[in-house]
């Protein structure tokens, strides 16, 4: 573990499993992630700072790496902590800002009706409550983004890493390429590209797969020698693994442009995601609907296939640089 780190394991209820925080014991005290909200997940929480020397009171400020859940659940259980850093999108989410989310919920409404989406699918409200349900209930004190730093925590740089979150920050430290990386980067599997609304008034919806490319690429530029993540184990950076990450995802991207070749302007989005988790789609609806478009946006932004509507719902077919 790197110098004046600790790990904190925590259960969830999620698929995933345990999710890690880390707590950093320096002049300040400061936490980056805080688990789910449930008194399970609180007790290890307290367990384990009680194992390093620390109760919940010595916590000075929090950190978050994305708005999810399972990496900001417990942070209104910290009475003391007067500074919590995340970004605006994370806020939005803690704050359960009411017109952001009549929005969201409008949005996904027509997306799943271009998609092709059967009605016994489409649990939007059911995600949205239960992430309120689970995640932390305050809002960030200090929006944060890249470029910005955290007073304290001078030594350490933000990084815009967008992808499995339109909020996704990492932190790197750059006296020794310790990364915090949240669910950005793992061990073991790939991060899910989750698919969320644009912004009250941005009218292109992000393309999370394309962002999670984008922001891998960038880590490869960066000084990073050891990877802190929200799940899974602490592992040495290599960048092979960010390679072998995107081969993976080229290679599913082809298994995707193979169907449309074969089924142009038949199958809807809906379908393909079928074809491509024939086991998982039913259980897991929203992970394997979000990786079907992302393998979707990827292939049109390269310029194999190209998307069209009739009666409002989507198709695609293959560009001519796609036919062979
Ligand atoms: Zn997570």
């Given at each position: 573990m790197a110098e004046?780190?600790?790990?904190?394991?925590?259960?969830?209820?999620?698929?995933?499993?345990?999710?890690?925080?880390?707590?950093?014991?320096?002049?300040?005290?400061?936490?980056f992630d805080a688990g789910v909200d449930?008194?399970?997940?609180?007790?290890a929480?307290?367990?384990q700072l009680s194992d390093v020397g620390l109760t919940p009171s010595d916590i000075d400020q929090i950190v978050l790496t994305h708005h999810h859940p399972d990496h900001t659940g417990?942070?209104?259980r910290f009475d003391d902590v007067?500074?919590?850093?995340g970004h605006a999108i994370t806020n939005l989410w803690l704050n359960q800002e009411s017109s952001y989310f009549d929005h969201y919920r409008a949005f996904f409404a027509k997306l799943y009706d271009q998609f092709g989406v059967p009605e016994t699918f489409r649990k939007v409200d059911k995600t949205i409550n239960n992430a309120f349900r689970y995640q932390g209930k305050r809002p960030v004190t200090h929006i944060i983004d890249e470029g910005d730093t955290i007073p304290s925590l001078e030594d350490w740089s933000i990084i815009e890493t967008k992808g499995h979150a339109q909020s996704h920050l990492s932190f790197l430290r750059q006296t020794d390429g310790t990364l915090i990386s949240g669910d950005h980067l793992l061990k073991h599997i790939s991060s899910n590209p989750i698919l969320e609304a644009p912004l009250e008034g941005e009218v292109d919806r992000p393309k999370p797969l394309l962002n999670y490319r984008r922001t891998l690429t960038k880590l490869q530029s960066l000084d990073?020698?050891?990877?802190?993540?929200?799940?899974g184990d602490?592992?040495?950076?290599n960048s092979k693994l960010i390679q072998h990450r995107l081969t993976r995802q080229e290679e599913r991207a082809q298994k995707v442009l193979d169907y449309?070749?074969?089924?142009?302007?038949?199958?809807?989005?809906?379908?393909?995601?079928?074809?491509l988790f024939p086991k998982h789609y039913e259980k897991q609806f929203g992970l394997t609907m979000s990786e079907t478009i992302g393998q979707l946006d990827y292939l049109e932004a390269s310029g194999d296939i190209e998307a069209v509507y009739s009666k409002q719902v989507l198709t695609y077919k293959p560009t001519k640089q796609s036919v062979y």
């Open positions: 004046n780190l600790y790990q904190i394991t925590m259960p969830t209820p999620y698929a995933v499993g345990d999710v890690h925080s880390y707590v950093l014991i320096d002049d300040v005290v400061t936490l449930t008194d399970d997940a609180w007790q929480m307290v367990r417990l942070i209104h007067q500074a919590i850093y990073i020698q050891s990877v802190l993540p929200g799940h602490i592992f040495d950076y449309v070749l074969e089924h142009r302007l038949e199958a809807t989005p809906f379908n393909i995601c079928q074809f």
